[in-house]
């Protein structure tokens, strides 16, 4: 299975909960306070478990490096300025004890460009989102009053990767291409996977890898990914988190 450079760009927390809107909405189990999700089944015991796991002390990177030219779904964008503050027409700063000078960056940027974590306050559907909270309880412009990822912590635990691409007989799964709950348990069965409560899944489509360079406009503005059925069914795995090898997760 070639994974060399498989990259996990979505990562959603959400697959636990209880998603039902507008008058028919139900609490999550987790109670009708909470914020985390999924994110409730870290714990030590499952991150003393993961690192059993650990044979060769291998790491390897899962994010995508931005930059201005970086594919992103519209309208969302990034712009990075290098400056010398204060050093104009050679001017040296004396404040450093010396001539001393110095480049920073500027950055104006969409925060889900690359690498990114969906959390629960991300979406919705006609204006509710995760437990029952009402648009107009947590959305302000400067930043949600509840459902913010900043509440997430660390998600360490067992992770296993379900291999689509292969599983399809493809290096690359096409744009909107989608996968439920019988080619998921195939493809479980065929690669020997199990998902065990509280585990981290990865799903790969080989988008990335195939798509990013490529046709940047096309890995920016469609994908292949879970259809609801499949989400559901993973939800009823009851993972720490699921992500993929997309900009997104689900088709």
Sequence with gaps: MKFTKIIATAVSIG????????????????????????????????????????????SMPLGIVIGPDTPAFPP????????????????????????GNYNDDLLQTWIGIGSQLDGLGHLGEDGMYYNCLDEKEISAISGLTKLGTHAVPPLVGRAVIIDMAKHMGKDVLAAGEHF?????????????????????VLFHTGWTDGMMESDPTAW?????GLNNEGAVFMASMNPMAVGADTWGLEA
Excluded at 19 to 43: E, K, M, R, T, V
Excluded at 180 to 200: C, K, L, P, Y
């Design 15 to 58: 697959v636990g909960a209880s998603a039902a809107w507008a008058q028919d909405c139900d609490h999550s189990h987790w109670g009708p306070d909470d914020q985390l999700g999924s994110a409730n089944l870290i714990s030590t015991e499952r991150t003393l478990q993961a690192a059993k796991l650990i044979k060769q002390g291998k």
């Design 220 to 224: 920016g503005s469609t994908e292949p």
């Design 180 to 200: 439920g709950e019988a080619e998921i348990t195939a493809a479980m069965e065929a690669q020997q996977i199990t998902v065990n409560e509280g585990d981290i």
């Design 76 to 99: 969302r964008s990034l712009s990075l300025q290098v400056v010398q503050p204060n050093q104009h027409g050679g001017q040296k700063l004396s404040s450093f004890g010396y001539e």
